[in-house]
C-alpha cells in the first residue's frame, strides 16, 4: 500500500515515487509498490503525407514505444506498448501502456498489472478486446524474479471504470486471432520444450489444438473460421526438400483441413558453388481475404560461407483455393518483421519493420513506399480500406493513418 505523502508528491510534482510496503516474508514479497511517471496527454502531430496517403496524424507520448495496433468495425482504435520510467531503487523500469480512440480524442486506458510490456492488442467482430504481454523481471528481496507472460481481457467500461480479466500464461505469447463470441486463438512458444503451440481460450478455459505443423502465424476468417501457417515439424533434422516447405490448415468450427504445401523451388544461393548451405525457412504473418485468397508471409534463412553472416531471401505466397503461387523478394542481409493486413480494396500492405518500408500489393503490382518512422505494427479497420500504424518516431510514440478522409 502507498503512503499518504509519497502519493501526493507524485500528483503534484509527477515523478515517480517508491512508498514503504509492509513487512514482506523474507525472500519471497516483493518490495514497495512503484507508482507511474503521469503519462502526458496526446499532442496533435503536424502531418506528414507519404505515397498512398499515409500520413502521421498524433504523438502520444514520450519515452513510450508502441508495439501493436487493432481498428474495431465502429472506428475505435487501441494501441499498445511500454514505457520507460525513470531509475528509481526497486521499481520496475517499465510499465505496460493501453490507448484507446474514440474516433475524435485519444485516451490512456489504465494497463492491466500483468505484464511490463504490452506486445500485441486484438479484438472480435463484436469488440472484445485481448492484450498479451511478457515482463522482464522485478525486484524481490535478495534479488530479481521474472513473473510469467499474461494475457488480459478487456471487461468494458470508460476510463479506469474498467476492469482487465488477467490470465497468466506458460509460454510467451505470439500472435492472436479473435473469432465471434468470447473467443480466442492464441500461439505461444514453450522455450523448455522448443516447439509452439495453439491455444484455442473459450470463456477462459483453454483447449491446446494438435496440429500437423509447427505453428508460426494465426488468422481469422469469416463464419468463425481459424487459419494457421506454420512448418513441418522436425525440419531440422530434415535436409530434403521438404524442410522448409510451409505448411497451412484451416478450422471450419468443427475440425481442422491441411491444405496441400506448395513444390517452391530454391533460389539462387550465395556461395552454393563453393559449398551446400541448407536454407530454413520462417513464417512471420498470414492474411485471409476470402477461402480463396490466403497469404503467407515468410522468409528462407541460410548460413554464409564459414557461418561469418546470414542471408534472408524474403518469400510472398498465395492460396487461391486450389493451388500456390509465390514470389521472392531481394535478399537481404538480415531478418525484417514482415506483417500482412489487407488494404480493404482486394490488395494488401506488407508491413518490413525495422526497414521503415511498407509495400502495396495489388494483382501483380508492387508499390514500395518508405516512411520516416518505425512502424512496429499495422491494422485495418474493417469493412474499410482505413488503415492504422504505431511506431517509435525520435523517441516518441507516433500513430499513422490511411484511407482515411480525416
Known amino acids: 500500500m502507498r503512503a499518504i505523502l509519497p502519493l501526493l ?7 515517480t515515487a517508491c512508498s514503504p510496503a509492509p513487512a514482506p516474508a523474507a525472500g519471497t514479497a516483493p518490495l514497495p509498490t512503484c507508482a507511474r511517471t503521469s503519462t502526458p496527454a496526446p499532442a496533435p502531430a503536424k502531418e506528414t503525407t507519404a505515397k498512398e496517403g499515409w ?15 487493432v481498428a474495431l468495425e465502429d472506428g475505435t482504435v487501441w494501441v499498445v506498448g511500454t514505457k520507460s ?3 528509481e531503487p526497486h521499481c520496475p523500469t517499465a510499465v505496460g501502456v493501453v490507448w ?6 485519444w485516451q490512456e486506458i489504465p494497463a492491466p498489472a500483468c505484464a511490463e510490456t504490452l506486445t500485441q492488442v486484438t479484438a472480435s467482430p463484436e469488440g472484445t478486446v485481448w492484450v498479451t504481454g511478457k515482463n522482464e523481471g522485478k525486484p524481490v528481496i535478495g534479488g530479481f524474479v521474472t513473473e510469467p507472460p499474461c494475457m488480459a481481457r478487456w471487461n468494458g467500461g470508460d476510463g479506469a471504470a474498467g476492469k482487465w480479466a488477467e490470465t497468466k500464461l506458460e509460454g510467451e505469447p505470439g500472435t492472436a486471432a479473435a473469432t465471434a463470441g468470447d473467443e480466442l486463438w492464441l500461439l505461444t512458444r514453450l522455450e523448455q520444450q522448443e516447439r509452439s503451440v ?3 481460450w473459450t470463456a477462459g478455459r483453454p483447449s491446446i489444438r494438435k496440429l500437423e505443423m509447427e505453428p508460426a502465424a494465426v488468422a481469422a476468417g469469416g463464419d468463425g473460421e481459424v487459419w494457421v501457417a506454420g512448418t ?12 522448409w516447405a510451409p505448411r497451412l490448415a484451416r478450422w471450419d468450427g468443427v475440425r481442422w483441413h491441411d491444405l496441400p504445401s506448395p513444390q517452391i523451388p530454391l533460389p539462387r544461393i550465395p556461395y552454393a558453388d563453393q559449398y551446400e548451405p541448407q536454407p530454413s525457412l520462417s513464417i512471420s504473418d498470414l ?3 476470402g477461402p480463396r485468397e490466403v497469404w503467407v508471409a515468410g522468409q528462407l534463412v541460410w548460413c554464409g560461407q564459414d557461418c561469418d553472416d546470414f542471408h534472408v531471401q524474403p518469400l510472398l505466397m498465395r492460396w487461391n483455393g486450389s493451388g500456390w503461387s509465390w514470389r521472392f523478394g531481394a535478399a537481404e542481409d538480415e531478418p525484417q518483421g514482415r506483417e500482412l493486413v489487407p488494404d480493404g480494396r482486394g490488395g494488401l500492405w506488407l508491413n518490413n519493420w525495422p526497414a521503415r518500408r511498407l509495400t502495396h ?3 501483380r503490382q508492387r508499390t514500395t513506399l518508405r516512411l520516416p518512422a518505425d512502424l512496429a505494427a499495422i491494422a485495418r479497420q474493417p469493412d474499410s480500406t482505413t488503415v492504422w500504424g504505431v511506431g517509435t518516431d525520435d523517441g516518441l510514440a507516433v500513430v499513422w493513418t490511411t484511407g482515411r478522409d480525416t
Do not use: C, W, Y
Open 198 to 200: 495453439l491455444t484455442q
Open 361 to 363: 500489393v495489388s494483382g
Open 55 to 69: 500520413r502521421m496524424i498524433a504523438t502520444l507520448a514520450d519515452n513510450t514505444t508502441l508495439n501493436d495496433v
Open 100 to 105: 484507446r480512440n474514440d474516433g475524435t480524442t
Open 85 to 87: 520510467l525513470p531509475p
Open 9 to 15: 508528491l507524485a500528483i503534484f510534482l509527477g515523478l
Open 287 to 289: 492474411a485471409v481475404l
Open 232 to 243: 513441418r515439424p522436425g525440419a531440422e533434422e530434415d535436409h530434403s526438400a521438404k524442410r
